[in-house]
């Protein structure tokens, strides 16, 4: 059974940069793709971005001038980079497998999350 | 850009009455293909439904799914205690690539 956790400091000062880790066991991470998703406080999810392909990505428009994606595959690691944040970067923020059926896409494994807030 | 509504916003429901919640993209997704999640307070989202109406692995027959276009239902029969959460409705393949609603709160 595939097993996602997320790790990185858990308070980020605004301006600087919000660097995640995704360690990935029971599979390879090269047999799937993988996304980011957050939730502000008391707020609904909101998609990132998505990693496929071997080395493709796909961000939120929302967010990709300020967001990267990268895959570690001899650390079996997802990474996650966000940009100059503000403090509407504070959220909980969950790695997830990508699952496909019909031709379409959902997320099929989260890992628990990680909080991150911004502030000075 | 694709958003979907959710309806309604909260749900409160005895043990054993049947709850329906709805989404609503804005605009018609053009397949049946719509994912559903639940989330209990402090723990990551679950996936209940993929598809037209596929539960994931691990779910009770109690949970269901229909629609198409621009109308999607997750039905959840005989309504039990621990089915209290936030529901979340998800759609692939529009601009963004994948997006979420804004939760149907089930409180039982």
């Known amino acids: 059974q595939v097993q996602l956790q997320e790790s990185g400091p858990g308070l980020v000062k605004p301006s600087e940069t919000l660097s995640l880790t995704c360690s990935v066991s029971?599979?390879?991470?090269?047999?799937?793709?993988w996304s980011w998703i957050r939730q502000p406080p008391g707020k609904e999810l909101e998609w990132i971005g998505y990693?496929?392909?071997?080395?493709?990505?796909t961000y939120n428009p929302s967010l990709q001038s300020r967001v990267i994606m990268s895959l570690d595959t001899s650390e079996n690691q997802i990474s996650l980079k966000v940009k100059s944040v503000v403090a509407a970067d504070t959220a909980v923020y969950y790695c997830?497998?990508?699952?496909?059926?019909?031709?379409?896409?959902?997320?099929?494994?989260w890992g628990q999350g990680i909080l991150v807030t911004v502030s000075s | 850009e694709i958003v979907l509504t959710q309806s309604p916003g909260t749900l409160s429901l005895s043990p054993g009455e049947r709850a329906t919640l709805s989404c609503r993209p804005s605009?018609?997704?053009?397949?049946?293909?719509m994912a559903w999640y639940q989330q209990k307070p402090g723990q990551a989202p679950r996936l209940l439904i993929f598809?037209?109406?596929t539960r994931a692995t691990g779910i009770p027959d109690r949970f269901s799914a229909s629609g198409s276009g621009t109308d999607f239902t997750l039905t959840i029969s005989r309504l039990e205690p621990e089915d209290s959460a936030v529901y979340y409705c998800?759609?692939?393949?529009?601009?963004?690539?994948?997006?979420f609603g804004p939760g149907t709160t089930v409180e039982i």
């Open positions: 029971g599979d390879s991470i090269n047999n799937y793709h």
């Open positions: 998800q759609q692939y393949g529009n601009t963004p690539l994948f997006s």
């Open positions: 997830a497998r990508v699952g496909y059926s019909y031709g379409r896409a959902h997320f099929d494994h």
């Open positions: 990693f496929y392909d071997s080395g493709s990505t």
């Open positions: 598809g037209p109406s």
């Open positions: 605009h018609n997704l053009m397949s049946n293909y």
